[in-house]
């Protein structure tokens, strides 16, 4: 079972940019990562995928679309999320995991606070 550890969230402020990293235990080579957030009281929703092989296309949710970017490193078996331009509706934890029916056991999450 691939162990999967997020870090690199915070407290920022509106406007201000975060960089996450997911950390995989095991290969992820073949597999589409996603980002994922949970708000506070609510379910986890899907924030993008980036497919594997990765050939230039990513998939973003609509509200994040044009402000966060997500890439993988095979080869360190890491993806990054870049969140630039934050807003206050971003505060949630953000989990990685394949993007599968049967996803890998969740890890901690990295929690991103976003206010003034």
């Known amino acids: 079972q691939v162990k999967l550890v997020e870090s690199g969230g915070g407290l920022v402020q509106p406007g201000e940019s975060l960089r996450l990293s997911c950390a995989a235990s095991g290969s992820i080579r073949g597999y589409a990562m996603g980002w994922y957030l949970q708000a506070p009281g609510k379910q986890r929703e899907w924030v993008g995928t980036i497919p594997s092989p990765y050939v230039g296309t990513v998939f973003y949710a609509d509200s994040v679309k044009g402000r966060f970017t997500i890439s993988r490193d095979d080869a360190k078996n890491e993806v990054h999320l870049y969140m630039n331009n934050l807003k206050p509706e971003d505060t949630a934890v953000y989990y990685c995991?394949?993007?599968?029916?049967?996803?890998?056991?969740w890890g901690q999450g990295t929690q991103v606070t976003v206010s003034s």
């Open positions: 995991n394949k993007v599968t029916a049967l996803p890998w056991a």
